[in-house]
Nanobody, 123 residues
Framework: QVQLVESGGGLVQAGGSLRLSCAASGRTFSSYAMGWFRQAPGKEREFVAAISGPGGGVTTYADSVKGRFTISRDNAKNTVYLQMNSLKPEDTAVYYC???????????????WGQGTQVTVSS
């Protein structure tokens, strides 16, 4: 029903910025809450940010990215974004997007996942 494809990853210097995109299929996209996760080598998957559907009026962030990252959505384009500013080497990871029926289910009950995009931050 919903297919997700991430893009926008790359190599950046510490202090730089990057914007990730997650393109979704399906006409029911706007009703889903969306989230971003990341996984560094040898580490468990970590929650990054989430946004409510359909208007995106509620957002939540992990403490480690508050004030630096911003999640947003454009329902007309079936796309969710993650704007990452003031990047640090510890932000290096594969970033994944996910879709859930409501915001409270994003962390542990997401129904759909993308394949990930690599973000590398050099010191």
């Amino acid at each position: 029903q919903v297919q997700l494809v991430e893009s926008g990853g790359g190599l950046v210097q510490a202090g730089g910025s990057l914007r990730l995109s997650c393109a979704a299929s399906g006409r029911t996209f706007s009703s889903y809450a969306m989230g971003w996760f990341r996984q560094a080598p040898g580490k468990e998957r970590e929650f990054v940010a989430a946004i409510s559907g359909p208007g995106g009026g509620v957002t939540t962030y992990a403490d480690s990215v508050k004030g630096r990252f911003t999640i947003s959505r454009d329902n007309a384009k079936n796309t969710v974004y993650l704007q990452m500013n003031s990047l640090k080497p510890e932000d290096t990871a594969v970033y994944y997007c996910a879709a859930a029926k409501r915001l409270g289910l994003v962390r542990d009950g997401s129904d759909y996942w993308g394949q990930g995009t690599q973000v590398t931050v050099s010191s």
